[in-house]
């Protein structure tokens, strides 16, 4: 059996985004009158080290560590009060000097992509410059944030990529603070558990596997692409795209 790092390394050599995201709609169950997501965390984009989707940066995938921000004046979630030690935050300890714990923990040494939700109303930042260089000096491969971000020019020097939502010239203390880490996040509607796989494609977006379904994707995938080749070549050939659809997406 591949062991982790031989399935991302495969992941990021041979897939895009989109691929994902097809094998997801086969693989996952949607809830009754819910809408299939399929692992995509919407309308992120990158920022550093090149800023706009492009082909220049690799693509990165590795575990996630998750940290929830909330509102300043609001009380951490219960899971952060009742076990600060695993889920919150000691006192006199900035919530960046965490990023580094769960990777270290974790047995497969794939490293880690740091995963932040925001509350979709603020408009500070909760990523600046200072953050990204502790992240690099920790060894992370990569950050995610569900919100906002700021000092560019320092993001771009650290190397580190990062996706984000939006920017802003706000620092986090204006509204927001961490609120609880490695529990479950939200981004555009995709709950991302810690440990998810997350795979950064710089030029199609970023999409979340669920750790239990990885080997599921990797081996669906090559099946996907080469009906969907079949069916591009078909209606390049004249064949209309209903019955390409029919004859060769069916068949899985």
């Given at each position: 059996?591949a062991?982790?790092n031989?399935?991302l390394a495969?992941l990021?050599?041979?897939?895009?985004a989109?691929?994902?995201s097809?094998?997801l709609?086969?693989?996952?169950?949607?809830?009754?009158?819910?809408?299939?997501?399929?692992?995509?965390l919407a309308?992120?984009v990158?920022?550093?080290?090149?800023?706009?989707?492009?082909?220049?940066?690799?693509?990165?995938?590795?575990?996630?560590?998750?940290?929830?921000?909330i509102?300043?004046?609001?009380?951490?979630?219960?899971?952060?009060?009742?076990n600060?030690q695993?889920?919150?935050?000691?006192?006199?300890?900035h919530?960046?000097d965490h990023?580094g714990?769960?990777?270290?923990?974790?047995?497969?040494g794939?490293g880690?992509?740091v995963?932040?939700?925001q509350?979709?109303d603020?408009?500070?930042?909760?990523?600046?410059?200072?953050?990204?260089?502790?992240?690099?000096?920790?060894g992370?491969?990569?950050?995610?944030?569900?919100?906002?971000?700021r000092?560019?020019?320092?993001?771009?020097?650290?190397?580190?990529?990062?996706?984000?939502?939006?920017?802003?010239?706000?620092?986090?203390?204006?509204?927001a603070?961490?609120?609880a880490?490695?529990?479950p996040?939200?981004?555009?509607?995709?709950?991302?558990?810690?440990?998810?796989?997350?795979?950064c494609?710089?030029?199609?977006?970023?999409?979340?596997?669920?750790?239990?379904?990885?080997?599921?994707?990797?081996?669906?995938?090559?099946?996907?692409?080469a009906?969907?080749?079949?069916a591009?070549?078909?209606?390049a050939q004249g064949?209309?795209?209903?019955?390409?659809?029919?004859?060769?997406r069916s068949a899985?």
């Open positions: 059996m062991t982790l031989e399935q495969t990021v050599e041979n897939y895009s989109c691929d994902v097809d094998a709609i086969k693989l996952q169950k949607t809830p009754e009158g819910s809408t299939a997501r399929a692992g995509y309308d992120l990158p920022f550093s080290p090149i800023t706009g989707r492009n082909t220049q940066t690799p693509k990165i995938a590795a575990p996630a560590t998750t940290f929830k921000f509102s300043k004046s609001s009380k951490p979630p219960s899971i952060a009060t009742e600060p695993k889920h919150g935050f000691e006192p006199g300890k919530w960046v990023v714990e769960f990777a270290a923990a974790d047995p497969s794939a880690s992509i995963v932040i939700e509350p979709d603020q408009f500070c930042a909760v990523t600046g410059g200072i953050m990204a260089t502790r992240m690099v000096a920790v992370i491969r990569g950050t995610v944030v569900g919100g906002r971000i000092d560019l020019g320092e993001l771009r020097e650290t190397g580190l990529p990062i996706w984000a939502r939006a920017t802003s010239t706000v620092g986090t203390n204006a509204e603070k961490a609120g880490r490695d529990v996040v939200s981004i555009g509607g995709v709950t991302v558990s810690p440990g998810d796989i997350i795979f494609d710089p030029l199609e977006g970023v999409v979340a596997i669920p750790r239990e379904l990885l080997g599921q994707v990797l081996e669906i995938m090559p099946k996907l692409i009906m969907d080749e079949k591009k070549e078909a209606v064949m209309s795209v209903t019955d390409a659809f029919k004859k060769f899985l």
